[in-house]
C-alpha cells in the first residue's frame, strides 16, 4: 500500500555532484530537501563507473567544488588527473562534510512523477512504492548515466562473464588467464582496455569507429597548477568565463592563417600538455572549418600512428571518419601501444561485421572468437535518458516522453514549459557535458537557487518557461550547432548513438561563458521568458533573451570587452588604421582559382582593383564589387575574404574596384570613380577573361550605395549594359528618418552616429538628396537591372535598404528584398566569422548566376 505522509519543499533525484549542491544550497535556503539515490552511496558517475582505469578528463583541480573555500583548501588532489576511487572518496567526503546524507533516501529509485494542478505540487513516487510531494521537482541524474541497451544479438546466450564499464563490480575483476573480448572504444573502452590486456590471457577489441584519443601526461599535480590553492578565487572565476570551464590560452587567430611550421609546433605543445578541453580551442577556426580542423586531425593522426607498429593495425585503429573533438576526444595512458602486444588484437567490425554473440564468444561474418569474459563499453543514451526512464507528467497529463519525442524542448537546458517547479541540472540544452561538468553543476544550482529567493520574495508558487522563450533558446541553440562542425559526427553528442533517437544536438555548444551571460541576462530582466503564477494570479514576463544569431552575439559580446573607442571619435587616418587592424585578425577566405592586382582608370586617374578568377575553366561572367566603408574606410582588398567567397560561390570573376574616399575627395568622387571602373570592366572584359555582356554589380554598405548609383548612371548613359545589381545592405538614403535608424541606433557595430560621421565626410546636407548620393530619392527609377537587396534586421539602414526595393519594384523593375533576422550590418561580408550568414551568401551568388545568361551559367 502507499502511503502518503510526505512532503518537502524539493526533491531532488539523484546524489552525484549535482545532487550533493542541491541538498547543500535548498538546506541554506532553509527549504526542507529530501534526494533519491539508487545507489547505496553517493558519488553518481564516481559511484558506478568503476572499470580499471577509471580516472576524469578533465584535470582535479578543476574539477572540484569551488562553492566553498574552506573545502577547497582541506582536499588534496594526488594527480594530475584523479582516478575513479579518488573522486569517490572526494564526494563521500563533501557528503560527510556538510553532513548531506541524512537527506538522502540510498537504494531508492524514482520511477515517477505527476503535477498536481489543483495543489501546484509534483508527486513522485519511487521503486520502493513509497509517495512523497514537493514543491520543486529537480532531475540531477546525470548525462551519462542511463546505459544505451545491449543492442547486440545472442548476449543472453553467452554463458562466460558479462561485464559493462558503467556498472562495474565493486570488488573489481580478476581477467588473469582469461580470454577477454571488449566491444566499444570510447573514453571508457580506451581508459580500460590497457588494463584489462595487462592482466588477461588476450584481448581483443572490436571496434566500431576508430577514436581520436591524446596522452594523458599523468602524474603530479603539474607545477603551473601547484600553486592554485593560493589564487584559486580567482582561478575559478577565470574558469568560470572560459569555453570549457578549464582556464587555459584561446586562440584568437585562425589555424588556415598561420603558416604550417608555426601550426605544427603549436600542436606539438597541445598535444604534449594532455588537456582536452585545450584542444579544439588552440584556434578560433577548428571547430567551424572542416579544412581548419583538418590540420589539427591530420596532426593528430600522425602522432597516433607513429605509436603502432603493425601498419595493418594501425590503418584500422588511426581515426578517419569525423573531425577531431566532434566526438568527446579521449585521454589514454598506452592505448595504442597496447596493440603492440602480440596477445592483443582489435576487429574492424564495420569491415567484419559482429553477427551474434555466441554461448562461447562473438561470431563476426568472417570468425569465431572464444571469450571467458565479454566487457561491454558500448555508452549511454546520454542527456536525455536519464530524464525519460522516470515518468514524468506535467500539466495536461502531458509527459516529458511525449513533449520530447522529436527531441528535447526546453528553456536554458533547466526548464521545460508544461512542467512547473521543474528544473534539469545540465540538462539538454546547457553546456553540461562539453564543459567541466562541476563547474557547470554549480552554476546550475545557484541559478536556481537565486531564481527560487526570488519567487519567494515576490511571493510567487510556480514557475514555468513560455512557448515563445523555450522555442527561441531551442532554435538559438540548434544555430549554434549548425555553426559548428559537430553535427559531422555521429555521436553520442547528436543522438546518433542510439537507435531511433531524434537527430539534434544536445548540448549547447557556445561555451560557458556566452551560456552564463544568457542566464544572468534572463534572471538580471525579472527572469525573461518565465511565466510565474501565485496567489496574485499569472504574470507573464515573455520574451526572447538573445534576438541575434549565435555568432552575431559572440562578436558583438568580444567588442564590447575589446573596449574600442568609435571609430567617429578618430581621425580618418586612425580610422581607416584601426579598420585594417581589425581586418587583420579576419579569418582568410577560402582559395580561388587566381587573384591578380591591378589598375584601371578612374574618373580622375589611376585606381587600384583585384581581381579573384574562379577555379573552372573560363571565359566567366564579370562581377564588378564595391567594397564598404563608408566612403572613408577599406579599400580594393580589405573585403577580400568576401570577394574569395563571392567568386566561388557565383563561379564568376569578381573585381573589386577602389573608388576615391572621403574626406580627401568627398562626393561625387566614389560614385565617379565607380561608374568609370563599369565603362572600363565592360570595355575590357574579354582581355579579363569574362563574357562580353555578361556583367553585373555588387557591393556592401557604401559600396552598395555606389553599385546602386553606377545603375543609375548607366541607364542614364545608354550602357554598359548591366545583367544585375546585388546591394548588401547599401546606403541609399541620406536623408533616412526611418524605425530601424532609431530602434538599431547603436549597439550593432554599425551605430547611427557613425553612420552620421560617414555622411559627413562624404557629402554635404544639401548633396545628399542628389540620387548620386542617394539613390533612392532619384525620381526616375525605371528601367534598372534586376536587383536583390540585403537588409539585416539589426542594422540602422535596414528600412532605407527596404523601401529601395520597394520602389524599385514599383518602378517596375524585378526588385526583391530579403532581410535576414538576427544579422547585423557586418554580417554578411565576414566570411568565416559570422557562418549564419552563409545562407544569405549563397542567396547572393544564385542572384548573380541566375542574372548572367545562359552561356555563363552553363
Ligand atoms: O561511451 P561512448 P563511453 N556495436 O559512447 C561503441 C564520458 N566518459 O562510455 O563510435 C559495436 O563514447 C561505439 O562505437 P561508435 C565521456 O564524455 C568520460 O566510452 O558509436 N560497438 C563507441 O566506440 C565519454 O564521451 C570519461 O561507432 C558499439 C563505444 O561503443 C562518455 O562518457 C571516461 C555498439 C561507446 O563509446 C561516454 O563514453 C568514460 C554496438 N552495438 C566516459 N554500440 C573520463 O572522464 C556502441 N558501440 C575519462
Redesign the pocket.
Known sequence: MKSHTKSFDVIVVGAGFAGLYLIHKMRELGLSVRAFEKGDDVGGTWYW?RYPG????IESVDYSFSFDPELEQEWEWSEKYATQPEILSYAQHVADRFDLRRDISFETAVEGAVWDEETSRWSVTTAKDETVTCRFFIMASGC?SQP?DL??KGVETFTGDIYR??SWPHDGVDFSSQRVGI???????I?SIPLIAEHADSTVV????A?YAIPAGNGPIPEEKQDVKSRYREYREEARWTKGGVPGPVGMDFALAVPEEERQERYEKLWNKGIISHLSLEFADLMINEEANETLSSFAREKIRSKIEDPKLAEILVPTEFPICTK?P??DTNYFETFNKPNVDVVD?KADP?VTITPTGIATRDKEFEFDSIVF????DAMTGALLVIDITGRGDQSLKEKWEHGPLNYLGLTVEGFPNFFTITGPGSPS?LSNMILSIEQHVEWIADCLTYMDKNNLETLEPTKTAELGWVEYGTATSDMTLYPLA?S?YMGA?VPGKPRVCLPYCGGVDAYRRVCNDVAAQGYLGFKFGGPDGEQMNDGLVRRQQPDVVALLELMETMQLPPFESMSPAEARATSEAINAGNPPGPEVGELVDGKYQGADGELDYRLYRPKTTGPHPVTLYFHGGGWVLGDHASDDAFCRDLCNNSNSIVISANYRHAPEDRFPAAADDGFAAVQWAAENVESLGGIPGELAVCGWSAGGNIAAVVCQLARDAGGPAIKSQVLITPVVDGTDTSPSMQENAEGFVLTRALMDWFWDHYADEAERSDPKASPLLADNLANLPPALIITAEFDPLRDQGNAYAKALFDAGNDARCINYEGQIHTSFAAVGAIPTANAARAEIAAALKAGFGALAAA
Open positions: 563507473n577509471a580516472r576524469c578528463d551519462l544505451k543492442d547486440i564499464t558503467h566491444i566499444g572504444t570510447g573514453s571508457s573502452g581508459q572490436f571496434q566500431r569507429t577514436n568527446r579521449c585521454l567490425i559482429i563499453a558500448t555508452g549511454f557535458v555521429k553520442w548513438n
